[in-house]
């Protein structure tokens, strides 16, 4: 079962830059991963780099999932659409399957969902997930909430990344998040979050949020590895690990069923 993605903000931040993110395609390929997690703040020069990664990911066939850091809805609530047009138009380019951005400030009577509808209607090959940024108002569960059931009652296809450990950034309750958002969540970020707010390597041993989180969907969901691996290549490792975590709980509930 292979269904671990590694976000190319795991590596050390200077050589992402430096070397390119199509110089750790193969790296993540002969680890064991799932796929790859572009990330549009570690691009070089964007086009002529997003050309060599989608050109090295096909060697691989590697899933695509692109990142972006940008909100969904503006300060005045208003949709983000020349943003979001130009982030889907890179990912179309990249081969990418999903686009993964932030809430933005979202309020259910002044943001427009017809807008975002029509517009997601026309890229009907990528998938955009929302997930729970580090701010007050991107990783608030109610704001997050009021617009994952705003999108079901008007039938506007977006889904969620759950990411485990940015609750803490923005001093919001895991479990209770995990009770109104699971739903929604094809997609977990796992990281490991100190109480001084570092986000550290995952580690299998001891009860942390993470693992809580991750036993709470399938095993067969995909996972993250959002933290550092330091280093590189220590990523077969904690992919190795993860996928033995999700087979183990797997086993557990066939036993229990």
């Known amino acids: 079962m292979r269904n671990v993605i590694v976000p190319l903000n795991a ?10 993110q199509a110089s750790f395609v193969r790296l993540i390929a ?3 991963a799932y796929g790859m997690e572009i990330r549009r703040e570690l691009l070089q020069v964007e086009n002529q780099e997003i050309d060599r990664i989608k050109s090295e990911m096909d060697q691989y066939e590697l899933f695509t999932v692109y990142s972006a850091p940008i909100e969904c ?6 949709l983000n659409k ?17 686009v993964k951005i932030s809430l933005g400030h ?17 890229q009907e090959e990528i998938q955009l ?22 999108t079901v009652e008007h039938r506007v296809p977006v889904k ?10 923005s001093g919001q309750d895991v479990e209770v998040a995990l009770q109104k958002l699971t739903p929604y969540v094809i997609y977990l970020h796992l990281k490991q979050v100190t109480e001084a707010l570092e986000t550290v390597p995952l580690q299998p041993d001891g009860e942390h949020s993470w693992k809580i ?9 995909v996972k993250a590895l959002e933290f550092p691996i330091v280093p590189k290549e220590k990523t077969r490792d904690y992919i190795q690990m993860i996928m033995d975590m999700g087979r183990e709980s797997e086993a557990l509930l066939t036993c229990n069923s």
Do not use: C
């Not at 590596?11 to 390119?20: A, F, L, P, Q, R």
């Not at 809805?73 to 208003?78: F, L, R």
């Not at 020349?82 to 990912?91: G, H, M, N, V």
């Not at 929302?130 to 705003?150: K, M, S, W, Y």
């Open 11 to 20: 590596y050390d931040s200077i050589e992402v830059t430096t070397k390119g």
């Open 30 to 32: 002969e680890a064991g």
């Open 73 to 78: 809805w503006k300060e005045d609530y208003q």
């Open 82 to 98: 020349e943003q979001l047009s130009l982030i889907f138009q890179e990912a179309a380019a990249l081969g990418a399957k999903w």
């Open 106 to 122: 979202f309020q259910k009577n002044k943001s427009n969902m017809a807008e975002l509808d029509e517009f997601l209607r026309q």
């Open 129 to 150: 997930l929302i997930e729970n940024d580090q701010t007050p108002h991107g990783g608030n569960v109610e704001h997050l909430q009021a617009f994952f059931e705003n």
């Open 160 to 169: 969620m990344t759950f990411d485990a450990g940015n609750w803490y950034y």
């Open 213 to 221: 989180v991750m036993g709470q969907f399938p095993a067969d969901l």
